[in-house]
């Protein structure tokens, strides 16, 4: 079946810094890949999307590229905040009729000023 | 404003006191779903429903019963609480039933459940 790995952290990272959070997957077909985010005390949100290989979503900032060779799609910011402070989830989507959204076990994201 | 709502969002019960929680959208939505989230497993689907009427498991299912009589509120309901459903639950929808990854899931803020 369909999966997706992420860490857990937190990630703690200062005010400004590079982000990355990984995420890899594994799935039959062409899925569609997301990165969602949950703020304290909020369901999720969709931070950003792609549907086909060397897509490159990008929201707020954001951005992540569908690599289907390294079946990854990971979630990169150049300079984070502290209102980034977050859990990020990777989620995909198979194909072909209907298809749930597997989702990550979510990524703790802490900025500190 | 486009909302999903859930009631109520913290709950503290006793084993095997039966218990609903209410989910609603407001985007006149087909697709609907449950999820419990749980530190370490990410988030889980319980049940889904593609349109009224039309219910079927996720990959948790035991211990929940849901309905789907009309298109707005899909409520999850306990009917003999463990303490191994303490956990976080969300309610979510989608206006695409057959493909959901073709559009964003949209959330409820979540309900905490303890079971004692």
């Known amino acids: 079946g369909n999966s997706v790995t992420q860490m857990e952290g937190p990630v703690t990272l200062s005010e400004e810094a590079f982000l990355t959070i990984n995420c890899t997957y594994t799935a039959t077909g062409y899925p569609s890949l997301f990165w969602y985010v949950q703020y304290p005390g909020e369901g999720l949100q969709l931070l950003l999307k792609a549907t086909k290989a060397d897509d490159k979503g990008s929201n707020k900032g954001f951005e992540a590229t569908y690599r289907k060779e390294t079946t990854s799609f990971h979630l990169e910011k150049g300079s984070v905040q502290v209102s980034d402070s977050a859990v990020y989830f990777c989620?995909?989507?198979?194909?072909?009729?209907?298809?749930?959204?597997?989702f990550g076990i979510g990524t703790k994201l802490q900025v500190i000023p | 404003e486009a909302q999903v709502t859930q009631n109520p969002r913290y709950l503290i019960t006793v084993t095997g006191k039966k218990l609903t929680v209410t989910c609603s959208q407001n985007?006149?939505?087909?697709?609907m779903s449950w999820y419990r989230q749980d530190p370490g497993l990410g988030l889980r689907q319980i049940y889904y429903?593609?349109?009224?009427?039309?219910?079927d498991k996720g990959d948790v299912p035991e211990g929940y019963k849901v309905s789907r009589k009309e298109k707005r509120n899909f409520p999850l309901i306990l009917e003999s609480p463990s303490p191994n459903q303490t956990s976080l639950y969300f309610c979510a929808s989608s206006w695409d039933k057959t493909g959901v990854g073709n559009s964003p899931l949209h959330f409820g803020n979540g309900t905490r459940l303890t079971v004692t």
């Open positions: 429903s593609m349109n009224v009427e039309v219910t």
């Open positions: 985007m006149n939505h087909e697709y």
């Open positions: 989620a995909l989507s198979g194909s072909g009729g209907y298809q749930k959204v597997t």
